[in-house]
């Protein structure tokens, strides 16, 4: 029975992708060895480390523009304490808007002073702060493009003269924005691009090199860039399925088709969640992510029904996480139209039955 993967992280990738991924285990390029036995060193995996990384620039418009791409390892939480530690002399701003961003703050306080320009925490996280004015003489400003585990999205950057940082993990290449405006991008690899194991970091070089502070080699983005993101050795197979997933999107028509189709897809969810009686949505209206959508039975009674219904159907990794409660559909690149249909539909059953 075909499955429905609305996972939050680690979540659904494309099904070729997948499957070039696993043969690339068994045999590399006709090679008679695995991706996974290789030398990083090889000409083989240079390759693809190159190609990875200027895919990634290529995707997000931003080739010839004075930015470089890195694969490091740490995930997404790696990065909350190196862009304090590489960028970081006195003074920085923080969007907090989740438990991402929260996490983020924790971890820079440890090399500077954290101004928390805006908040949403208010609310438990539920919409995104709006109308704030930036301070000036930040060393950067952070931000969280897109909230996983409470379904808000910024749709509008804030303005500011310094370096603008963003987690971009759970949705990273699935809309279109002015790359260029930002200084810094980081997103973990498990949500948008390949397994967990590596993050895609994205860096304008000319805001290095300015903290006073001694860096640790491996925690240093510019012995990364020295060494084209193979310092030490590189999660080979994080690297290569991420590579693959870009090329896909790549084929496909890039960031400006895949954002076509999860627009579509947030629209339908989006539309029964406000038409269907028994649902209700978390986000404020004009916050809505367009990757995971967070919503609520309106009837506890109908719990069991409707969680055996969408088992039922197939669907997988539904219910949503413990600080909102309630159910999180992620609708991730990889994830068609057809499977939000599928959702969609045990919804509008629901209601019939109800
Ligand atoms: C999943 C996620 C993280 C954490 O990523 P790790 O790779 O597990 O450290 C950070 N930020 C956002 C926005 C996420 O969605």
Known sequence: MKKHNFSAGPCILPKEVMQKAAEAVVELNGSGLSLIEISHRSKDFVDIME???SLALELLNLDGKGYKAL???GGASMEFLMVAYNLLNKKAGYINTGTWSSKA?????????IVEVASSKDKNFN???KGYTVPEGLDYLHTTSNNTIFGT????????????VCDMSSDIFSRQLDFSKFDLIYAGAQKNMGPAGTTLVVIKEDILGKVERQIPSMLDYS??????????????????TSMLTMEWLKD??????????????????????EL?????????????SHMNATFSLTRDDLAETFNAMWKEAGINGLNGHRSVGGYRASMYNAMSLESVGTLVDVMSELERKA
């Open 51 to 53: 190609k990875a990384r």
């Open 71 to 73: 694969f490091l390892q």
């Open 105 to 113: 703050v924790k971890e820079a306080k440890m090399f500077g002073e």
């Open 127 to 129: 919409y995104i702060p």
């Open 153 to 164: 999205q910024i749709k509008e950057f804030p303005v500011t003269d310094a370096p603008l």
């Open 223 to 240: 012995v990364h860039l020295s060494k084209g993101s193979m310092f030490n050795t590189p999660p080979v197979f994080p690297v290569y």
């Open 252 to 273: 496909l028509g890039g960031i400006p088709a895949i954002e076509e189709i999860n627009e579509k897809k947030a629209n339908l969810i989006y539309s029964e969640i």
């Open 276 to 288: 269907n009686p028994l649902f209700d949505g978390f986000a404020a209206k004009e916050d809505r």
